[in-house]
C-alpha cells in the first residue's frame, strides 16, 4: 500500500530551523503535485506549501512566503529512483507548533490549498516550537 514517510520534526526554540522530509519509497506520485500541511492544537489543518512534479513552480502560504523553502528531488535514474518533497523551516515562530504532514494528489493543482484536493498523506512529524 502506498504511503508517504515524513521526518524531521522536533523541539527547537523560536528563531531555529529545521528541516522536514517527506518519502514516497514507492515513486508512485512522482509526476503529480506534491504539498505540506500543518495542524496546529485545536485548529484544522492548513495548507503549508507545494510544489510541481518538476520543482518548476511553487506556491505558499502567506503565513510562510520568506521563511519556509519547499524542495523536490524527484531523480529518475534507476540507480537512485527516488521522490521526496523537503520542507526547509527557518525562523521559526511559536505559532508554528503543529503536525506537520505532506500529501500527494493526482488532481491537484500547485494551488489546490484543501484537503479535499489531495488523495494521499503521511502521518506527520511533530514540530514544536519554544519561547
Known amino acids: 500500500q502506498e504511503q508517504l514517510d515524513e521526518s524531521g520534526g522536533g523541539l527547537v526554540q523560536a528563531g531555529d530551523s529545521l528541516r522536514l522530509s517527506c518519502n514516497d519509497p514507492?515513486?508512485?506520485?512522482?509526476?503529480?503535485?506534491m504539498g505540506w500541511f500543518r495542524q496546529a492544537p485545536g485548529k484544522e489543518r492548513e495548507f503549508v506549501a507545494s510544489i510541481t512534479w518538476d520543482s518548476a513552480r511553487t506556491y505558499y502560504a502567506d503565513s510562510v512566503k520568506g521563511r519556509f523553502t519547499i524542495s523536490r528531488d524527484n531523480a529518475k535514474n534507476t540507480d537512485n529512483a527516488k521522490n521526496t518533497v523537503d520542507l526547509q523551516v527557518n525562523s521559526l515562530k511559536t505559532e508554528d507548533t503543529a503536525v506537520y504532514c505532506c500529501?500527494?494528489?493526482?488532481?491537484?493543482?500547485?494551488?489546490?490549498?484543501?484537503?479535499?484536493?489531495?488523495?494521499?498523506w503521511g502521518q506527520g512529524t511533530q514540530v514544536t516550537v519554544s519561547s
Open positions: 500529501a500527494a494528489g493526482t488532481n491537484s493543482s500547485l494551488y489546490t490549498t484543501t484537503e479535499g484536493g489531495y488523495d494521499l
Open positions: 514507492g515513486r508512485a506520485f512522482s509526476n503529480y503535485i
